[in-house]
């Protein structure tokens, strides 16, 4: 991973705009990259548009598509119906698992209901789902690290309900009972703090000498990235702002992150109209990030409105490229090829 500073446009950028360097008044705005939208992401809130125009509204969508309130309503503009159970969507509807995943319970009861589904889960959510079923063929307790209630926990869960036991801190370890300490395997959640994660992993390690890794890290690349790209400006960051909905885990996260790593402080807010102009009071340098499920015209937003307050043009320090994506849902690409040849 490479370091890089680069100017952010933005409509209110001048010739003096973009500089990596305080101005005269001393202030500073730094904007983290990467931020916002990750492949899973995009993928999903794809996946709903695509759906509105292939089989047209209303289109359900079982829990919110991502964790971002603009996203969610936005879609519901277009003509998306967002709920909590499968049992409020007419029989044969066209309805939208979220990027979270869900558990097999829920695919045979749309199946019962003769629901025509499409899959959003984000393919490394998926990656998770099968490590816990590899792990429970060969009859291991699975530690799940992760935030009890998150859709998530529930799906992966869902995949080995008799297998698996939710460990949500470090502090949990002590409490945690397996049925045989040489066969214990540990997944997680892809949206925690990694260092956390890690503590938590490393206390189940002393406990259970032969605690078993899964294949590859679950943690997301995007959440990696975007917790490493925080901490390399918050040591010199007056204030942290991070763009993201409460329910968003890894937005949340990040402002533990950012306090964590030496910013004097952090918040979350929706919007830029969620910045208390108290939190500017002395506030020389600024640092912006947004969580991976937050549009970028919501951080547009947000630098608008610290020029607006006085604060120079952001400049953005980049820690590395994000190239990955990921097909869509193959139900909706066929569907969308048969719309295509039906033209």
């Known amino acids: ?33 990467p931020r916002g939208y990750c492949a899973g992401v995009d993928r999903a809130v794809i996946t709903v548009e695509r759906a509105l125009e292939t089989y047209g509204a209303p289109i359900y969508v079982r829990k919110q598509i991502v964790h971002n309130k603009h996203v969610v309503e936005n879609l519901e503009q277009r003509g998306a119906i967002f709920v909590d159970e499968l049992s409020v969507v007419p029989e044969g509807a066209t309805v939208v698992f979220s990027a979270h995943g869900v558990s097999p319970a829920v695919r045979d009861e ?19 789902h099968h490590e816990a079923k590899r792990f429970a063929r ?51 959640q892809t949206t925690l703090s990694v260092d956390e994660t890690m503590q938590t992993v490393s206390k189940l390690r002393e406990k ?21 790209a925080i901490k390399q400006i918050a040591g010199h960051s007056d204030l942290v702002i991070v763009v993201g909905s409460a329910n968003s885990s890894n937005s949340v996260r990040l402002v533990e992150v950012a306090l964590e790593a030496g910013a004097k402080a952090a918040y979350r807010v929706d919007n830029a ?11 020389e340098s600024v640092g912006v990030t947004s969580g991976a499920s937050v549009p970028d015209d919501l951080v547009t937003g947000v630098l608008e409105h610290l020029q607006s307050k006085g604060f120079p ?31």
Not at 115 to 126: E, Y
Not at 142 to 148: F, P
Not at 314 to 331: D, G, I, K, M, N
């Open 273 to 283: 109209g969620e910045i208390a102009d108290e939190w500017l009071d002395g506030v």
């Open 208 to 228: 259970f000498p032969e605690l078993i890794n899964p294949p590859s890290d679950d943690i997301c690349y995007a959440t990696s990235n975007r917790q490493a």
């Open 313 to 343: 043009a952001a400049t953005e320090e980049r820690l590395t490229e994000e190239s990955l994506v990921f097909a869509l849902p193959p139900e909706l690409r066929r569907d969308l090829r048969k719309g295509a040849l039906n033209d």
């Open 110 to 128: 749309a199946k019962e209901r003769q629901l025509h589904t499409v899959d959003a889960t984000c393919p490394l959510v998926t990656k998770v």
């Open 1 to 33: 991973m490479t370091s890089q500073t680069q100017p952010v446009s933005t409509p209110t950028d001048d010739a003096t705009g973009g500089t990596d360097q305080p101005t005269a008044s001393g202030k500073r705005v730094v904007v983290a990259a």
């Open 138 to 188: 060969e009859d291991l307790d699975i530690l799940l690290i992760g935030h009890a209630g998150h859709e998530e926990v529930e799906g992966t869960t869902g995949e080995a309900p008799d297998n698996v036991t939710l460990v949500q801190s470090p502090a949990d370890v002590a409490d945690v009972e397996v049925r045989d300490p040489s066969k214990v395997a540990w997944l997680s």
